[in-house]
């Protein structure tokens, strides 16, 4: 079980920047994937940004040059910088972990979420 605490959202103007966190409750070294997923009223959620192992990284378009996702291994937590913010940004912000446990030669995925936190992006 994996326990994920977020913080950091908030209301910006465009063009403001925010940080959020996202603190596990174990060695985040354990965990495969790790990451930060949104959604806005009325959208399905999507990938925002994520590391798919200790250091690569995987970002949606939008967010290419604006957002960087970086972690600190020694306190379990993960961060979304998030530059340039502009008003389609504004959406429910959550980090999601997950782990692969191989049994028998399948993969079985473990997923956890946080609670999420709002950003706001005002114009």
């Known amino acids: 079980q994996v326990q994920l605490v977020e913080s950091g959202g908030g209301l910006v103007q465009a063009g403001g920047s925010l940080r959020l966190s996202c603190a596990a409750s174990?060695?985040?070294?354990?965990?495969?994937?790790m990451g930060w997923y949104r959604q806005a009223p009325g959208k399905q959620r999507e990938l925002v940004a994520v590391?798919?192992?200790?250091?690569?990284?995987n970002y949606a378009d939008s967010v290419k040059g604006r957002f960087t996702i970086f972690r600190d291994n020694a306190k379990n937590t993960v961060y979304l910088q998030m530059n340039t913010l502009k008003p389609e940004d504004t959406a429910v912000y959550s980090c999601?972990?997950?782990?692969?446990?191989?049994?028998?030669?399948?993969?079985?995925?473990?997923?956890?979420w946080g609670q999420g936190t709002q950003v706001t992006v005002s114009s």
């Open positions: 590391f798919t192992g200790s250091t690569s990284t």
């Open positions: 999601n972990a997950k782990k692969i446990i191989y049994r028998g030669g399948a993969p079985e995925v473990y997923d956890y």
């Open positions: 174990q060695s985040i070294l354990s965990i495969n994937v």
